[in-house]
């Protein structure tokens, strides 16, 4: 089966927008990864394994899954694969998810 | 130097180590060889359920076969737990099937009560309408119109089962040879020689043709009838689950680390294992069918492989007319039938006083069959 590409297009050079992880803002570059983002901001863990060993963004490429957050209320998400958007509720991620999440 | 092998195994999936294992255990010295990693291999790709819903309905030697193994399977899974120290999740607690169509309902129902009647009180089973289900487990969607439960089902994690009889072999002195694909054997007096494709030579005073769907040429050689073929089934990984569901089924389970198993598809399309967009979209829609909470939750990914299957569906445990030293061991749900294997088949291959009563999963069926 082949796969499209799942690297986005560069950053753009100059924009800003601004999330919030656990509530915090933090500002990141208009255009990068959600995982550069938090990178950036910090190197520290964003989600725990079920053992509860703490993970970072790892392989920035989709294949590792060491970067599950949760974003607007949705669990499990690769932070590698989607740009940062303006607004965007970022929540680390503890343990496993639910079979039914919050919205 | 190693001592030579009593009995060389030909084929290294859950069906020969599982035979190895139990010649092993009745202290005899084995040697596995074992194909290449591209071979086609259910073992690696299977959906591991511990199974007796519905075998053998029209067939009771298999309903008797199948219900022995599943009675072994905790006693087995312990050995094997304890050679290799691997545990393989055994949990027996019991299963559902459950339905979308009221006729597949009416039909299966009766199927059980087949079984029933073959097995007596070794089997028994409940039917569940959909609205005493849903009372029962609410979450559960309402296109689902009934359910069948038997206690004695469950499952293994299907790839630790496989490691862990890899390991126990070779804890119990057994030696297995990987990149060992036997190109032909021939009958000598002393046995068998084998070459194998990467230009060895091999003799062996008896062997066990247990190589899946790679058996054919060897199964010639040795003068068998049985010829298998491959039936493709397909199915999905979820992303792990925080909350254990509250039941197996055939076609939902979780496995120990949570993720979800999907499937069950059946296709016959010949050595392509392939996995399939429209398949795949109907495995996700019963799941989303039985359990509409599932909706949400991602497929990670998914895979078709190739079931063995022989002319009939049935295993066969048979020994070659031509060379009575060569016998061969095939079926479809190998993991089912791993404790059997693991166990008793060591008594039938060493033909021993208290050997089972294999008479009716000999090959001479087909050749009957073929002939009338
Ligand atoms: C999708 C799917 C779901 C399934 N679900 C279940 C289930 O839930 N429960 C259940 O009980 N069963 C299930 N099964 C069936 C089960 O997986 C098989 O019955 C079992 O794995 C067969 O094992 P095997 O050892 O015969 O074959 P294989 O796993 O194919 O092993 C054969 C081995 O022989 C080797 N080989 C081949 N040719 C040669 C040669 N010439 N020389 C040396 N080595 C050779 C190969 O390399 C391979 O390792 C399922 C199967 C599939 C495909
Ligand atoms: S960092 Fe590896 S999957 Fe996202």
Redesign the interface.
């Known amino acids: ?1 082949s796969i499209a590409s799942r690297f986005l297009p560069p950053p753009k050079a100059d924009g800003t927008v601004c999330f919030t992880l656990d509530g915090e803002p933090v500002m990141a570059r208009d255009g990068d990864t959600l995982a550069v983002a938090i990178l950036a901001h910090t190197g520290a863990a964003t989600r725990t394994t ?1 053992s509860g060993s703490p993970r970072a963004p790892y392989c920035m490429m989709g294949v590792c899954f060491e970067c599950l957050v949760e974003v607007d209320g ?1 669990p ?1 998400v690769q932070a590698c694969l989607i740009p940062v958007r303006e607004g965007m509720a970022v929540r680390r991620q503890d ?7 919050d919205g | 130097m190693r001592r030579e092998a009593e009995i060389t195994v030909i084929g290294g999936g859950v069906v020969g180590l599982a035979t190895a294992f139990g010649l092993l255990r009745a202290g005899r010295r084995v040697r596995v060889l074992d194909g290449a990693d591209s071979d086609l291999r259910a073992s690696q790709g299977n959906f591991g359920l511990v199974w007796l819903q519905g075998k053998g309905a029209g067939f009771a030697p298999y309903a008797q076969l199948s219900r022995d193994a599943v009675a072994l399977w905790p006693d087995f899974a312990a050995e094997v737990q304890e050679a290799s120290g691997i545990d393989l999740a055994l949990d027996q607690s019991g299963g559902y099937e459950f339905f979308t169509e009221a006729d597949e309902f009416s039909a299966f129902k009766a199927d059980l009560e087949a079984q029933e009647a073959t097995l007596g009180n070794r089997f028994s089973h409940e039917v569940i309408p959909g609205d005493d289900l849903r009372r029962s487990f609410p979450e559960i969607g309402p296109g689902v119109v009934g359910a069948t439960f038997c206690p004695l089902d469950g499952h293994v994690n299907p790839l630790r089962l496989l490691r862990g009889l890899r390991v126990a072999v070779t804890a119990l002195g057994g030696e297995i040879v990987q990149g060992a694909k036997v190109e032909k054997v021939t009958p000598v007096a002393s046995g068998f020689e084998m070459a194998l494709e990467n230009g060895s030579r091999l003799d062996a005073p008896r062997v066990v043709l247990c190589a899946g769907l790679g058996a054919a040429p060897l199964a010639a050689q040795l003068g068998f009838a049985t010829r298998v073929r491959a039936q493709r089934g397909e199915l999905l990984i979820t992303e792990k689950l925080e909350t254990r569901l509250p039941f197996l089924s055939s076609t939902i389970r979780q496995v120990d680390e949570g993720g979800l198993q999907i499937g069950g598809t059946k296709a016959e399309v010949g050595p392509d294992d392939r996995e399939t967009r429209e398949m795949m979209a109907g495995l996700a829609q019963h799941a989303v069918t039985v359990l509409p909470a599932l909706a949400d939750v991602r497929v990670l990914r998914a895979w078709g492989a190739l079931r063995v299957m022989s002319p009939d569906g049935y295993p066969v445990y048979t020994r070659s007319a031509a060379h009575p030293a060569a016998a061969m061991v095939t079926c479809h749900s190998g993991v089912t039938l791993a404790a059997f294997h693991g166990t008793k088949l060591a008594d039938w291959l060493e033909d021993t006083a208290a050997a089972p009563d294999l008479e009716a999963f000999d090959e001479h069926r087909f050749a009957l069959s073929a002939s009338a």
């Open positions: 089966m079920a949705r499990n343990g496993l998810r639910g079979l039914r999440h």
